[in-house]
């Protein structure tokens, strides 16, 4: 069996994450409660022209896409394959606005077209020429994922040998609107939003895109292996602990031997418990890393994540702003990530030094 | 060569009929489920038809026993109902009994309901439950909820080949040996999204929907649910179970041409077809029936119908599609035609491409019409979506 590798990354988030060193240039910003895109330079990347003609999502689909194949010096793919939560919900607005106001008549179906969840997926296809196969995963928050356990299954069965997989998320006005009146986004008024402190129901929200080369073979470019994903749609918290002693005995190691957790803390009070299961008891003197507050909450946050995990584990470094214990490993050889959303889309993905 | 990971449940609810059987009888006798709309309220209500499930929310609901405050989607009612009668068809008691994943494909999700509160959610808190049941995979927690399960659960969405690449995942996770048996499928109810998306692209017909004719018109729009249970060798061995057909074959390949319409030659099609009998060991040779994706739109068929020639050479079999029965029920169309190639297999009958009159002047091939009782050991069922997406199943005899 093959393994994989993880090769490049493009990441595109609401910290400037293009073009620097890793987390050289981070803002914390605790007094929003949607955190703005960090706008990438899209004309290195996409002609003006077709710029225009694409939502956000799209374009930082392709641009992060883009830096991640660069990166790994790849041009051809295998396989395309992205995880998206919401999908294209710019377009899906624009369209279903138009349609109600104006009763169904004079609708163009720009719109509409751009509005299906695999849009990022067939533009980066279309894009690269590439028509290898093409999968889009859209189950909130194990989106990202599910696109994962695609690949990594891929690789290890030698039916491919670099593929492409990214998770991306976009805001829209509506959508936005809505989470905020159902209260899985913090009210507008109630700075300062720190995730760790907080005591609030609700999470900070943002937007972006994450995309990785995952190869079979290791090169100079390599971040880490990518040694395992599991997903599971419902946990209750007293059977988190026990879910993760078995994916990490599944993959031959125990609590022992992890040298931190990327935690998927965003601050949301009814919620950040199954975190802290984990944190105050197994994990306790385990190194402990956590990124919303950099990155926000949205379904493909946890793309943001294994991109701070993969560069912890090649950096062999873990930047002061991550940390949410005074536990400090030796060095940084395996790394376990655990995220959820709501209860609900439960994740363990191991990363390690290869 | 392994024969594919079996089959031993389906459930399905379409225009044609609220199970299995129903939609069987209605393939054989030649109904169609091709009507006037009636539970959605549209201006294009007089110049489209369309595949409805002639159930309001309200017996859905009533039927799933979901109390008054559910924040379900059609979408999640639909696909909860065609995934509890798998699992029940496959004589599934304990759901958890097994490592067991449920991965489901839409395209809308719950639009429907989106459509309809859009402006209402800002005004009161009547209805604000289902900006909640507004994303896709809302849906597959939904259906999971329903079933008990608790394991792996995702969603695929790549437009209209969404179910075939939820069959394709599920039984490379069998395969795997990651899953001991996996529920997989799709669902799609109406919306006026839809409606006007197609409308505005032009592709709707104004009367029945005519694969394959030098005539044809577009495709008129259906909803559906149908999921299949697949089980690993170990499980069917274990519980001595009945397998109904095996999955043999399965491809993915995208087009890379446009965002919505097929190249001419059909390379994408091509492509899924050639990695399909290429997993399965298979020749086109094999292949007895062809279940093509047959749309009805000038684009879709001419774009098929080239890749079929480019694959079969000149020994294409008899192929047809089930569209102008069910309509086009988008990322539920690959589980329906699956539970359909299913259903072919076992009772040796290829279904009549209705409404079929002139050939396509591009090329000679033309669809069966009438309904053939033959021995049938192979089926290849099509399905292709926006985004160049292309993908192929192949079923064969248990």
């Known amino acids: 069996m093959k393994k994989c590798y993880i090769n490049g990354t493009g990441c595109v988030s609401s910290q400037k994450t293009i073009n620097t060193a890793f987390l050289q240039d981070i803002i914390v910003n605790e007094n929003e409660n949607v955190l703005e895109l960090s706008v990438p330079d899209y004309k290195e990347v996409i002609p003006p022209a077709a710029a225009r003609r694409m939502a956000k999502g799209v374009k930082n689909g392709i641009v992060a896409s883009h830096w991640a194949m660069k990166e790994a010096g790849v041009h051809n793919l295998d396989a395309i394959i992205t995880g998206t939560g919401m999908g294209c919900c710019i377009d899906s607005e624009k369209f279903l606005k138009a349609l109600i106001d104006n009763k169904e008549e004079f609708l163009t179906p720009t719109s509409f077209i751009q509005s299906t969840h695999n849009t990022v997926g067939g533009q980066i296809a279309l894009g690269l020429e590439c028509k290898a196969y093409n999968f889009t995963y859209v189950n909130g928050a194990v989106s990202f994922e599910s696109s994962l356990i695609d690949a990594k299954m891929q690789l290890d069965e030698e039916e491919a040998a670099t593929i492409l997989v990214g998770g991306v998320e976009e805001n829209a006005e509506a959508t936005t609107n809505f989470l905020q009146l159902t209260g899985i986004i913090k009210p507008k008024e109630q700075s300062s939003y720190s995730v760790l402190d907080s005591d609030t129901t609700g999470a900070v929200f943002s937007e972006g895109a994450v995309f990785f080369v995952l190869e079979d073979d290791k090169k100079e470019t390599t971040y880490a292996e990518l040694n395992d994903v599991t997903i599971y749609n419902t946990l209750e918290k007293e059977e988190v602990e026990a879910k993760l002693e078995s994916f990490l005995k599944g993959n031959g190691l125990s609590v022992n031997d992890i040298d931190a957790v990327v935690l998927g803390y965003n601050g949301d009070t009814l919620y950040d418990g199954y975190y802290t299961i984990l944190a105050d008891g197994v994990l306790k003197n385990t190194q402990q890393l956590y990124y919303k507050h950099l990155s926000g909450e949205f379904n493909t946050a946890s793309a943001f994540g294994l991109w701070v995990a993969s560069h912890v584990v090649k950096l062999q470094e873990a930047p002061e702003v991550l940390s949410v214990n005074d536990v400090k490993a030796a060095g940084y050889k395996n790394i376990l990530l655990y995220n959820q959303y709501r209860g609900k889309d439960h994740s363990f993905t191991l990363v390690s030094q290869c | ?398």
């Open chain 2, 1 to 398: 060569m392994s024969r594919g990971v079996a089959i031993t449940g389906m459930g399905i609810i379409s225009s044609i009929g609220n199970s299995v059987e129903e939609n069987f009888n209605a393939l054989i006798q030649s109904k169609p489920g091709i009507t006037v709309i009636e539970n959605i309220t549209t201006v294009h209500k007089n110049v489209i038809k369309v595949g409805e499930i002639k159930k309001t929310n309200g017996q859905l609901a009533a039927e799933l026993g979901l109390a008054a405050d559910n924040n379900y989607s059609r979408t999640a009612m639909l696909g909860a109902i065609a995934a509890k009668q798998a699992v029940n068809n496959a004589g599934i008691t304990d759901i958890n009994e097994f490592n067991t994943g449920l991965i489901s494909a839409t395209s809308v999700g719950g639009m429907d309901m989106t459509e309809r509160f859009f402006y209402d959610y800002a005004e009161s808190d009547e209805h604000r439950r289902y900006i909640l049941s507004h994303d896709a995979g809302d849906v597959a927690h939904k259906i999971a909820d329903q079933l008990g399960l608790k394991g792996l659960v995702t969603t695929i969405s790549t437009a209209c080949s969404s179910a075939a690449n939820a069959i394709m995942l599920g039984a490379r996770l069998i395969k795997n040996g990651k899953l001991d048996r996996v529920i997989v499928g799709g669902t799609d109810a109406l919306s006026k999204f839809t409606i006007n998306g197609f409308k505005t692209l032009m592709i709707l017909s104004d009367t029945y929907n005519t694969p394959f004719d030098n005539d044809r018109k577009g495709l008129n729009l259906g909803e559906a649910a149908a999921f299949l249970v697949l089980e690993s060798d170990a499980v069917v061995k274990q519980q001595n179970k009945k397998v109904l057909a095996y999955l043999s074959g399965y491809g993915n390949a995208n087009d890379a041409y446009h965002q919505t319409a097929s190249s001419e030659n059909g390379d994408g099609a091509f492509l899924s077809m050639e990695k399909a009998f290429k997993i399965s060991g298979l020749a086109p040779s094999d292949i007895d029936y062809i279940n093509a994706h047959g749309t009805a739109t000038p684009n879709n068929d001419l774009s098929e119908g080239r890749a079929i020639i480019r694959a079969f050479g000149n020994n294409v079999p008899e192929f047809s599609s089930t569209k102008p029965f069910t309509g086009h029920t988008l990322a539920a169309a690959a589980a329906i035609e699956a539970v359909y190639s299913v259903l072919a297999l076992q009772n040796g009958v290829v279904y009549p491409n209705l409404n079929f009159k002139t050939p396509m002047e591009e090329f000679d091939i033309v669809p069966q019409t009438e309904l053939k009782e033959k021995e049938i050991n192979h089926v290849l069922s099509n399905s292709f979506g926006f985004g160049g997406n292309c993908s192929t199943l192949l079923f064969s005899k248990s």
